[in-house]
C-alpha cells in the first residue's frame, strides 16, 4: 500500500512538471521575477531577475530592479542606442515608480549572482554606505570643514558648464584595499545637474574596512547610499569604465570591467529621480574624487597607492571629448577647526592631471580623514 502511495505522488510531481514546465518541487531563487508582479518582458527583452530590498542590503524598501539582457555590446555605447530608448519608453509606459530597469551586457552570467549579493549583504551588515556631495560645504573660494564631512581628494570637472553637456564618464583603476579602516572610502565619479530636485549622482569603487572591494552607484533618489553593482565583481588591478548621462531628463549611470565589456557591464537609469534636469553644470560635484570616512591614523594601511584614475571626459551632445580645465582641491583636514581656502588645497594628495586624457592619481597618505 505505502509503494502505492508513494508511486502516485510521483506520477502527480511528474504531471505537474509536465503541465507547468518546471521541476514541481524546484525552490525558486529569492531573484526570480515569479517572485514579484513583474512584467514578463520589457521592450521585447526578457526580465531574468528581480532584485529587491529582500533580496540585496540598502536597496530602498518597495523598489524593484527589473534585470534585462541587451545586445549592445559596450556601456560607452549603450546609454544612446536603440535598445535604451526602446527599454526608456517601455519604462515610461509602465508608468509604475516603484520599478527600475538594469541592462546588463550580452553576455554577463547571472550564476553568481546569488553568492556576490551574499558578500556585500555582509559587508553592509554593519550599516549601508553612505556617500555624499561636496558642494553643500562649498562657500565661494572657502571649503567649510564641518563636522560630520568626508575627506576628498578631488578632480574638479570645469568643462560641465555649455550647453548640452549630458554625460560625463572616466576610468577607475582598481586598488588593493586595505583592512585597517574602521569606516569605509570609495574612488568615485560624480555629477551634478540643472535639476532643481534631484540632481546628485556617483559611480564607482566602494572600499570596505574588511579589504574588500564593490562597484556601486547612487544618486539623491537613494539618499547617496550605495547600491550594488551585482554583475559587475570587484577585481584588483582592473581598470573599470563609469559614466553617468542623461535623456530627455532622466540620468542614469554605467559601469563595466575593460577586460571583458560584454561579460561585466550593466546600465540602469534612475527613474526615481524627480526633476533632474537636462544638463550638467560646473560644481565641485561634477568630478573625480577619492571620499573617506576613516577616522583612526593609518586607515590606509595595505592599500595599494596612489589610487588612480584617468581619461576624464565631457560629452556636449553625446560626443564625448578630453578635459582641457579642471581643478584640484582637497576637502576637509583632519582638525576640522576652521576653514580651508580652494587656492591653498592643492598637496601632495592630489597628483598628475586628467587634462587630455591622461591620469590622475590619490596618494592616501594624505587625503583628510572624516570631520569629526
Not at 509606459?93 to 549579493?117: C, R, Y
Not at 580645465?325 to 592643492?346: I, N
Request: with cysteine.
Amino acid at each position: 500500500m505505502k509503494r502505492l502511495i508513494a508511486l502516485s505522488v510521483l506520477l502527480l510531481i511528474s504531471s505537474i512538471a509536465m503541465i507547468t514546465g518546471f521541476p514541481a518541487s524546484a525552490p525558486t531563487s529569492p531573484f526570480d521575477p515569479a517572485n514579484h508582479n513583474v512584467p514578463d518582458s520589457v521592450a521585447g527583452h526578457k526580465v531574468l531577475a528581480v532584485i529587491s530590498s529582500d533580496t540585496t542590503k540598502c536597496v530602498p524598501s518597495g523598489l524593484l530592479t527589473l534585470v534585462v539582457r541587451v545586445s549592445v555590446p559596450d556601456p560607452l555605447s549603450y546609454p544612446v542606442s536603440n535598445e535604451a530608448r526602446e527599454i526608456r519608453n517601455a519604462m515610461k509606459q509602465f508608468g509604475n515608480p516603484h520599478w527600475t530597469v538594469k541592462a546588463i551586457g550580452p553576455n554577463v552570467s547571472l550564476d553568481n549572482m546569488q553568492a556576490e549579493t551574499e558578500s556585500w549583504n555582509q559587508a553592509m551588515s554593519d550599516g549601508c554606505h553612505t556617500f555624499s556631495p561636496a558642494a553643500s560645504v562649498n562657500d565661494g573660494d572657502v571649503i567649510l570643514r564641518l563636522p560630520g564631512q568626508p575627506g576628498r581628494g578631488m578632480f574638479e570637472i570645469l568643462e560641465a558648464s555649455m550647453p548640452n553637456d549630458t554625460a560625463v564618464a572616466g576610468f577607475l583603476h582598481a586598488p588593493a584595499v586595505g583592512g585597517n579602516q574602521n569606516a569605509y572610502s570609495g574612488l568615485m565619479l560624480n555629477a551634478k545637474t540643472n535639476g532643481p530636485g534631484d540632481n546628485f549622482f556617483q559611480v564607482g569603487l566602494d572600499f570596505d574596512n574588511n579589504g574588500n572591494g564593490y562597484t556601486f552607484y547612487t544618486s539623491d533618489s537613494y539618499g547617496t547610499t550605495a547600491q550594488f553593482w551585482a554583475h559587475t565583481p570587484y577585481v584588483e588591478g582592473h581598470d573599470y569604465y563609469v559614466t553617468i548621462s542623461g535623456t530627455d531628463g532622466i540620468w542614469g549611470w554605467c559601469m563595466g570591467d575593460t577586460a571583458d565589456y560584454a561579460s561585466t557591464y550593466q546600465c540602469l537609469d534612475d527613474y526615481q529621480s524627480v526633476a533632474a534636469g537636462n544638463e550638467l553644470i560646473p560644481s565641485l560635484d561634477t568630478s573625480i574624487w577619492f571620499e573617506n570616512f576613516n577616522t583612526q591614523k593609518n586607515w590606509d594601511i595595505g592599500f595599494s597607492s596612489p589610487v588612480t584614475a584617468y581619461s576624464a571626459t565631457i560629452c556636449p551632445a553625446g560626443l564625448c571629448q578630453g578635459l582641457t580645465s579642471e581643478h584640484k582641491h582637497l576637502l576637509v583636514a583632519a582638525s576640522c577647526t576652521t576653514q580651508y581656502r580652494k587656492s591653498l588645497s592643492t598637496s601632495k594628495a592630489v597628483l598628475g592631471t586628467m587634462i587630455g586624457r591622461n591620469t590622475g592619481s590619490f596618494d592616501l597618505r594624505y587625503i583628510p580623514r572624516l570631520c569629526q
